[in-house]
């Protein structure tokens, strides 16, 4: 996860390398209930950040925010709930109504978030940096009206994407706590 982007501008054909394999995602019921806003322009991520960030009441930013802020490009990923009720409920899936299908687990949370893993990896592979980031809840509908998202789509969160700078290393939560290691979360054969 990189916090902080060199300013030079992210080739087109990268950027839409990336959205393609997000598009290889597994979906549930292959529903595709997922649209990712991309924001490629000074104005248009600027708008982003003016629409996502929480009021900072005077106080400059913090230096996880400036960091972030130096990315070019933005993509928010959406999932549709709606979506995956309606593909449910047709013919080949029918079961309960749309509003009685009891979920195990939010899919259309869940296929989005695997849409943006696939960015994430695209985007190494491109030889670029990036990170996925959380929209604070109190900022939803404030993202909303400024790029006029359909009330069906709910950002899953935020991805910036840039040329790598010459980071010291990892910060943060990953500075201060140590990556389990496989023998303490693989289970083999019995838990």
């Not at 060199?6 to 649209?35: K, M, Y």
């Not at 106080?59 to 933005?74: E, F, K, Q």
């Not at 849409?115 to 990170?131: F, I, N, Q, Y």
């Amino acid at each position: 996860m990189v916090r902080s982007y060199a300013p030079d501008p992210v080739d087109s054909t990268a950027v839409e390398r990336i959205l393609a394999n997000a598009l290889r995602a597994p979906s549930a019921g292959f529903t595709q209930g997922w649209g990712f806003l991309l924001l490629d322009t000074p104005e248009g991520v600027d708008r982003f950040w003016r629409a996502c960030t929480p009021d900072q009441d005077g106080a400059a930013p913090d230096s996880w925010l400036r960091g972030m802020r130096t990315a070019p490009v933005v993509i928010v990923p959406c999932s549709n709930e709606t979506a995956y009720r309606a593909r449910y409920a047709e013919s080949d899936k029918q079961g309960p109504t749309p509003a009685e299908h009891v979920w195990p687990m939010p899919f259309w949370h869940m296929d989005t978030a695997m849409a943006s893993l696939l960015m994430l990896l695209t985007a190494v592979d491109e030889g670029l940096g990036a990170c996925f980031f959380g929209v604070p809840t109190s900022r939803v509908a404030p993202f909303r009206t400024e790029f006029g998202v359909p009330e069906e789509y709910t950002p899953v969160g935020a991805i910036t994407l840039g040329h790598r700078t010459d980071d010291p290393g990892p910060r943060g939560s990953a500075a201060r706590r140590r990556r389990r290691p496989v023998e303490e979360v693989v289970h083999r054969g019995t838990w």
